[in-house]
Nanobody
Framework: QVHLVESGGGLVEPGGSLRLSCAAS????????MGWYRQASGKQRDSVAG???????NYTDSVKGRFTISRDNAKNTVYLQMNSLKPEDTAVYYCNTYPPVSTYWGQGTQVTVSS
């Protein structure tokens, strides 16, 4: 079983930055591809970015050039650096394996981009 805890969200003005963290329990973390997902109010949860065990990354088009996913296998943690934030980035952000496993969803962390 994997337990995931997201943190780092908050309220930020357009153009600002946030860094999200996802701490995973268990030493098996380093074997998983990991991803960040987000769900805006009233919408489905979508993939934002993914990273392989070796650090190869991919991003949804709307965040390319603005978001960076990374991981520290020694700390069982995956990060999402978000720059040049836009109001449309407002959502609850979650991490999970990539592709996601339904039983691994955590509580997420709220990101609100507003002036």
């Amino acid at each position: 079983q994997v337990h995931l805890v997201e943190s780092g969200g908050g309220l930020v003005e357009p153009g600002g930055s946030l860094r999200l963290s996802c701490a995973a329990s268990g030493s098996i973390f380093r074997f998983f591809r990991m991803g960040w997902y987000r769900q805006a109010s009233g919408k489905q949860r979508d993939s934002v970015a993914g990273i392989t065990r070796g650090g190869v990354t991919n991003y949804t088009d709307s965040v390319k050039g603005r978001f960076t996913i990374s991981r520290d296998n020694a700390k069982n943690t995956v990060y999402l650096q978000m720059n040049s934030l836009k109001p449309e980035d407002t959502a609850v952000y979650y991490c999970n394996t990539y592709p996601p496993v339904s039983t691994y969803w955590g509580q997420g962390t709220q990101v609100t981009v507003s002036s």
